[in-house]
């Protein structure tokens, strides 16, 4: 309900405590934004670096590949409606989250407790990642249930505690893990999946078409990762000189 809550009567309204600066416009294409746009969907995809621990758990694994791109396309279609909505209604003065566009009223704080709620289940996730591979390391599994049972919860509380302080003691953090993910998501989204992808099956056992249209999805995801970055770094240098 919140993500259409723009249209009502079939209208679109403006948010009434939201200040605009000037009349609204549209525009079917903005072509200085559209490397920084191609860059925001790839970090939208980056929920696939868990993909293998997911597939590895399933019950049936062979309904993988069906329920994997069953989530894709839902997960797109939220996309699609929440954008194509919210420009409608709010065009160039449209904000980040959106949700600041709205009126102040219960499906707004509906949206943010979702989006929070989103925040909190998802960002474990990660976390849970990089202790499982830290215990590997200690050899966790191989002690009591119970002692391991406390060394997990050990390490995934003080790592939780890590990433805190980092993010407190950091200034402008939320610029520094921007850096970070231009840094990242390309390898993480683009070239290790196709470098395993080749590996696994070897390349002399992939077509020809499939190793062009594999070349060029890897030159593509590391040319809009490559703008990504160059903004990251613009705005990091912007709040620098904000800050003085």
Not at 141 to 154: H, T
Not at 200 to 229: D, Q
Request: overall charge positive; charged content about 10%; hydrophobic content about 50%.
């Amino acid at each position: 309900m919140a993500c259409l809550y723009p249209i009502r009567n079939g209208e679109m309204h403006i948010g009434n405590t939201t200040v605009h600066t000037g009349p609204i416009s549209h525009y079917g294409a903005i072509p200085g934004g559209f490397a920084m746009a191609l860059s925001s969907v790839t970090f939208a995809y980056l929920g696939t670096t868990i993909v293998p621990h997911i597939e590895g758990g399933m019950r049936r694994p062979e309904k993988f590949n069906f329920i994997f791109g069953l989530a894709l396309a839902v997960i797109a279609a939220v996309y699609v409606v929440m954008a194509a909505t919210g420009y409608w209604a709010y065009g160039d003065q449209t904000l980040s989250p959106i949700t600041q566009n709205f009126p102040k009223l219960w499906p707004t704080t509906l949206a943010d407790i979702s989006m929070t709620i989103h925040v909190l289940l998802a960002g474990p996730l990660y976390l849970v990642q990089m202790s499982l591979e830290i215990e590997g390391g200690l050899g966790i599994s191989q002690k009591k249930p119970r002692i391991e049972r406390l060394w997990r919860l050990g390490i995934r509380i003080g790592s939780a505690l890590v990433i805190l302080a980092v993010s407190e003691a950091i200034p402008f953090f939320d610029d520094v893990i921007s850096l970070v993910g231009a840094l990242t998501n390309p390898v993480l989204i683009y070239l290790a999946p196709i470098a395993c992808y080749v590996k696994l099956k070897g390349w002399r056992n992939c077509s020809m078409l499939s190793l062009v249209g594999l070349a060029l999805l890897l030159a593509f995801g590391m040319a809009v990762s490559a703008f990504g970055l160059v903004q990251t770094i613009f705005d990091i240098i912007e709040s620098f000189r904000n800050a003085k």
